[in-house]
Every structure is written in C-alpha cells, then in structure tokens.
C-alpha cells in the first residue's frame, strides 16, 4: 500500500507563485516515477508533469512548460511542482500519483499507468 499526501495549494493572484509537495509513504519511493495531474471543475484530470525514478527526466504538459518545475527528494521520500507565473487557467485540484511500474525507463502521461493517488491540494488563481 502507498499513501501519498499533498499540500501546499491555496489561493494566489495571477502571476503568483505556489510550491506543492508531496510525500509518499509505503513503498520504495526512490524507485517508481511519479507525476502531477490536476482537475478543474467540469473537466478531464489531466497530466502535468512527470519525473522518473530518479529524478534524472522531466516532462511536462505544453501549458505549464517554462512555468512549472518538477522535482523530487528521494531521501525525503517527497516529490515538488514549483508552479510560477500562474494564470486563471491553472485553478485546479493537483493531484500528486504514483507509476505502478518499477524503475520505467518512461514517463508517462496516461493516467492508467499511476495507481496511486493523493487525495488532492486546492489551487485557485484570481485574476
């Protein structure tokens, strides 16, 4: 069993920035890739960003690239998405999750291959 726990959200002005972290507890963090994937009101949960295993390879989506920064501690067994320059449209719940696969050589963005789930931090950004 993983249990993973988010925090950081909150309320920001656009062009604000937040920092999210998630730690993680249960299994071998330091070997599984994790991401970020968020979920406005009406709409899909969509990908954000994702970090292999070893944190040597990022990925993000085309809207938050150049903006977000994810990273990880895996001494800390924690996992970051330092989100600058934030719009209106980010406003989401940010989910953080956990690939089911050991040491991938890939970072996925499909959402069936994380089985493992945060229970989601609030973020809301005012124009």
């Known amino acids: 069993q993983v249990q993973l726990v988010e925090s950081g959200g909150g309320l920001v002005q656009a062009g604000g920035s937040l920092r999210l972290s998630c730690a993680a507890s249960g299994r071998t963090f330091s070997s599984y890739a994790m991401g970020w994937f968020r979920q406005a009101p009406g709409k899909e949960r969509e990908f954000v960003a994702g970090?292999?295993?070893?944190?040597?390879?990022?990925y993000y989506a085309d809207s938050v690239k150049g903006r977000f920064t994810i990273s990880r501690d895996n001494a800390k067994n924690t996992m970051y998405l330092q989100m600058n320059s934030l719009k209106p449209e980010d406003t989401a719940v940010y989910y953080c999750?956990?690939?089911?696969?050991?040491?991938?050589?890939?970072?996925?963005?499909?959402?069936?291959?994380?089985?493992?789930w945060g229970q989601g931090t609030q973020v809301t950004v005012s124009s």
């Open positions: 970090i292999k295993w070893s944190g040597g390879s990022t």
């Open positions: 999750a956990a690939d089911t696969r050991w040491r991938s050589m890939v970072i996925s963005r499909d959402r069936n291959n994380y089985a493992y």
